[in-house]
C-alpha cells in the first residue's frame, strides 16, 4: 500500500506510542474515509470529550460514510486487537464516546445524519449522529414528536441506545422505546438487522447495552402526534430541613397517586439561601388540556404555599421543546458545549419508597453540607414512574434497560463554576455524599438501581446497578455476539465475572 513519505515518518514515531501502530493506520488507509490519530494537527479538536475532566486518547477516530465502512473498521479493530466504540453525540458524562479510555478506536457516526418520515406509517427513519435538536425541529415541522431528554445537542446514537428521558416519557415511555427496528454492525463486521422478530435477542440487548454488542448504524421509531398544547412550569421555594423533609415525602406520595401520564415533572435542588436551607424547584411538562394543570398539580403544591417565584409557559409542543432546550434547538455551533462535571445516579423503586428517615437525612444533607460545599451543584428527581407511567408499562425483560419499577431517578450533579477544569475536590465527596445519605438510611436490601445515560465510572457494582435482573442474560449474549471483547469497555458488560481474556474462544 502506497504511504506518503511524510506519513511514514509520522507512523514511524507512532509506533512508540502504547496502543497506537502504524500497522492499524495502514489497515485503515484508502478505504474511502477520513481518520485522524495521535499527532495529527485535527487529533486535538476530534478527541475533545464532552466532559473536560476526561483526556483520553483514541488511537484512531474515524469517519465512516456507509454501513459497508462502519464494517470494515470493526474488522480491522478486531484483527489488529483494538477496542472499538461508536461516538453519535459525544455527550456520554465519562467520555465513553472516546472509548472510556486510552487507545481504543473511535467511529465517528457524524455522517449518519438523514431523518425521513413515512406520513403513511408514522414511522421515522433517524441516523445516529442526529442530534436530539434536529430531530424535534425535522419531525415537529410534520406534526410529529418523539420521546427524548432536553438538551439539544444529545445525540440520537447513545440517547436512544441507553435510555432518553424527558417530560414526555410518562406519555410515550424513553427514547429507546420508540426504537422498532435497528441495523447494528456486530463484533464480526456482519450488518445485522434487530427487531421484535429478527435476532430479537440482540434487540434486547441495543435497547439499553448497545455499546458491549455493536455499532448501531440505523434507526426506525414510531412517532406521536405532537400535543396541541405543551406548559412548561417552574415554582421555586426555600425550605429549611424540616419543610424540605416534608415536601420530599408529600412528592413521593403525589407520585403514586392517581396522576395523568401527561404529566411529565420532576425537583430541582440546589444550593440553599443560607445554611440549613435548601432550594427547591417543581419543574415540568404538561401535555393535558392548559386548563387541567392548576388542579393537576393543586394536591402537591398546594401545601407548600406561595412560591418565592413561578413561570408557567404555554405555548405550542415546538415552543415547549425550545423552552426546555434553554430557547434554542440550534445545533449549528461546531464546538457544541462543554462542562467540567461529576455526577452520577439513584434509581428508587416504587416498590420500597424512601423512608422518612432516608429523606430526612438527604434533606439534611443538602442544607448544610450542601451550602458549605465548594463546588457548585444541583439535584433531579425525576418522576419515572408513579400511575400511569409508560416508562413502566413495558416488561422489564423486554428491553436491556431494566428498571420498569422506577419511581424516580435521581441526577446528582456537581460542576466547575466556569465550566473548565480544574473539578473542585469536593465535588466528589459532596456528591457521593448525597447519594449515601439516602442508601445507607434505606434497608440493606433496597432494590434501588442507577441510570446509565448518566453513567459514573467511580459506581461500585456499577454493572448490576445498571442491568439489575437482565445482566445475566446479558453477559451470556455478550459472550455469544462479542467472544473476543471487540466492543469493551471499563464500564460496559462484561462477558463473566473474572477478566474477558479467560473465556476459552473457539
Ligand atoms: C447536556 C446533557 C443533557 C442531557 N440530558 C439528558 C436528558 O434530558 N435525558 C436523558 O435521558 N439523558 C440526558 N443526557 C444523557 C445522554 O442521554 C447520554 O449522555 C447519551 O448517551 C448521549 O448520547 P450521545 O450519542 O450524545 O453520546 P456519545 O458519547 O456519542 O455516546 C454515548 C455512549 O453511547 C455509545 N454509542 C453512541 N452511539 C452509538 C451507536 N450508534 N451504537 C452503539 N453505541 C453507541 C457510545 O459508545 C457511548 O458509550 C444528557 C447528557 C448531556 C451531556
Ligand atoms: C486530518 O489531517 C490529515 C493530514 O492533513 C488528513 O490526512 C486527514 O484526512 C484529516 N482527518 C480528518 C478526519 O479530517
Ligand atoms: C393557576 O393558578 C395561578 C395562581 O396560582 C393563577 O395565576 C393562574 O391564572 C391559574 N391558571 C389557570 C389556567 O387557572
Ligand atoms: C457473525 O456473528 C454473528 C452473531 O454471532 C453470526 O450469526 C454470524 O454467523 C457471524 N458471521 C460470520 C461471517 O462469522
Known amino acids: 500500500m502506497f504511504l506518503a513519505p511524510s506519513l511514514l515518518f509520522l507512523l514511524a514515531s507512532y509506533s512508540h506510542l502504547p496502543g497506537v501502530s502504524a500497522d492499524v493506520i495502514a489497515d485503515l488507509t484508502g478505504k474511502g474515509f477520513t481518520f485522524t490519530y495521535p499527532g495529527a494537527s485535527n487529533y486535538t479538536t476530534a478527541s475533545e470529550p464532552y466532559n473536560f475532566r476526561y483526556t483520553y486518547k483514541p488511537a484512531v477516530i474515524t469517519y465512516p460514510t456507509t454501513v459497508d465502512q462502519v464494517s470494515q473498521i470493526v474488522k480491522v479493530a478486531k484483527a489488529d486487537g483494538y477496542n472499538v466504540v461508536a461516538r453519535s453525540g459525544g455527550h456520554s458524562y465519562i467520555a465513553n ?7 481504543s478506536i473511535v467511529i465517528d457516526m457524524q455522517n449518519f445524519k438523514s431523518i425521513t418520515y413515512d406520513s403513511s406509517t408514522r414511522t421515522a427513519v433517524i441516523g445516529v449522529a442526529n442530534r436530539l435538536g434536529d430531530i424535534i425541529t425535522t419531525l415537529g415541522n410534520q406534526g410529529r414528536a418523539l420521546p427524548h431528554g432536553t438538551c439539544a445537542y444529545v445525540g440520537w446514537g447513545g440517547h436512544a441506545t441507553y435510555g432518553g428521558y424527558g417530560f414526555t416519557s410518562r406519555m410515550w415511555g424513553l ?72 415536601a420530599l415525602t408529600n412528592f413521593q406520595t403525589y407520585a403514586m397517586s392517581n396522576i395523568p401520564a401527561q404529566l411529565g415533572l420532576e425537583i430541582v435542588l440546589s444550593k440553599g439561601s443560607s445554611r440549613g436551607t435548601v432550594n427547591f424547584g417543581v419543574v415540568g411538562g404538561w401535555y393535558g388540556a392548559a386548563n387541567q394543570l392548576n388542579a393537576t398539580l393543586q394536591p402537591f403544591l398546594g401545601p407548600l404555599g406561595n412560591p418565592s417565584w413561578e413561570k408557567v409557559t404555554p405555548g405550542s409542543y415546538l415552543d415547549s421543546a425550545k423552552n426546555l432546550a434553554g430557547g434554542s434547538l440550534d445545533t449549528s455551533n461546531p464546538l457544541g458545549q462543554h462542562d467540567t462535571f461529576y455526577a452520577k445516579s439513584l434509581v428508587t423503586p416504587q416498590s420500597s419508597p424512601m423512608s422518612q428517615t432516608a429523606l430526612n437525612a438527604f434533606a439534611t444533607y443538602i442544607s448544610n453540607n450542601g451550602y458549605d460545599a465548594s463546588v457548585p451543584w444541583f439535584l433531579q428527581i425525576e418522576l419515572f414512574g408513579g400511575s400511569n407511567s409508560a416508562i413502566n408499562a413495558v416488561a422489564s425483560v423486554d428491553t436491556a434497560f431494566a428498571h420498569r419499577n422506577s419511581l424516580f431517578t435521581m441526577q446528582l450533579y456537581a460542576y466547575s463554576s466556569d465550566s473548565n477544569p480544574p473539578f473542585p475536590a469536593d465535588g466528589f465527596t459532596f456528591i457521593d455524599g448525597v447519594a449515601d445519605s439516602i442508601v445507607k438510611n434505606s434497608p440493606a436490601n433496597w432494590d434501588y438501581g442507577a441510570y446509565e445515560p448518566y453513567i459514573d465510572d467511580r459506581l461500585a457494582n456499577s454493572e448490576f446497578l445498571y442491568y439489575k435482573n437482565n445482566l445475566p442474560k446479558l453477559k451470556a449474549l455478550k459472550a455469544q455476539f462479542d467472544p473476543t471483547g471487540v466492543f469493551n469497555s471499563p464500564t460496559g458488560i462484561k462477558m463473566k465475572d473474572r477478566p474477558n481474556s479467560f473465556v476459552h474462544l473457539h
Request: glycine share 10%.
Open 175 to 246: 427514547a429507546l422505546d420508540s426504537v422498532i427496528p435497528a441495523d447494528v454492525v456486530l463484533a464480526n463486521g456482519t450488518i445485522a438487522k434487530t427487531s421484535k422478530t429478527q435476532n430479537p435477542d440482540l434487540f434486547f440487548a441495543i435497547r439499553g447495552a448497545a455499546g458491549s454488542f455493536g455499532i448501531v448504524v440505523s434507526t426506525q421509531v414510531k412517532t406521536y402526534a405532537a400535543p396541541s398544547s405543551a406548559m412548561i412550569f417552574n415554582y421555586n421555594y426555600n425550605l429549611n430541613i424540616n419543610a424540605a423533609t416534608t
Open 97 to 103: 464516546g472516546l472509548g472510556g479510555k486510552d487507545g
